[in-house]
């Protein structure tokens, strides 16, 4: 049963298969195209800071741990920010148990694993 592949694929994958760096270029290309000039936030909106919460800086407390803040406080970086009542970080596994004794010691907040290497932290 022969599969239909459209031409625009079959130029980068004559299998069909994309690898997700190719089906992330696919996407940003439509979305480009798609796009209409003017649309959006203004630039001089994106570049104001739009913090609602005040969050704790944790760099001090977890330099020597490997961390990225995720989630909803981190598109604070790409647009205006979201309402979210909550910082996520994510800590390699090996770390994990540190993060969050240093979390608790410090008793920012209480926080809680979501999972592995996500720890929770509500807003103070």
């Known amino acids: 049963m022969a599969t239909n592949i459209p031409p625009a ?3 980068i994958a004559p299998d069909g298969n994309l690898t997700p ?3 992330r270029g696919i996407m940003i290309d439509m979305a480009l195209r798609k796009g209409k000039s003017g649309t959006g936030s203004s630039g001089e909106f994106m570049h104001r800071r ?7 800086d944790l760099r001090p407390i ?3 741990v490997e961390w990225a803040i995720v989630g ?7 647009m205006p920010e979201r309402m979210t009542k909550d910082l996520d ?8 148990d540190k993060v969050y004794q240093i979390v608790t010691r410090r008793r920012l907040s209480t926080c809680f694993k979501i999972s ?3 720890i929770y932290i509500p807003c103070p």
């Open 9 to 11: 694929i079959a130029k």
């Open 21 to 23: 760096r190719q089906i």
């Open 50 to 56: 739009t913090a609602m919460n005040l969050w704790p």
């Open 62 to 64: 977890l330099k020597d």
């Open 72 to 78: 909803g406080v981190a598109t604070r970086a790409y």
């Open 89 to 96: 970080i994510l800590v390699y596994e090996k770390d994990e």
């Open 116 to 118: 592995n290497c996500w």
